[in-house]
């Protein structure tokens, strides 16, 4: 799955060559990772809700997972898509979110209904785990 950026200010779709979102299913759980790259304010967030709106429903997702590792920062559009998911029947579980964005979940409550989850994995380009 392809989600793309939008160039921010012109409207018009940027290239890039390598899918932004990586997405793999286990069992009743839909993973939606960045693999360990930046998401960038650009990120057409109208678009990303319908994928994952259409994701829900056509792999019946129970639990969608985001792999955050290597993220710093969620622009508040993603935080509300966030919020969102959760109105259309699929939990919404975070890996490894970094400190900024454990504090931005407890500021704006939505620590309250999505589970936070930390695991040991290797970064792209590391051999240490994070």
Known sequence: MKFNLIEQGTGEVMSDPEPILE??????TTVVGFGGREVF??????????EMLALIDNVQCKILAFDLTGVKFLPSGLLGLLASIRQHGAEVHLYNACKDIQEGLEITKLNTFIKVHHIDVALPNSKEPN
């Open 41 to 50: 304010d650009e990120v057409n967030v109208a678009l990303c809700r319908e």
């Open 23 to 28: 997405v793999y299913q286990v069992g009743p």
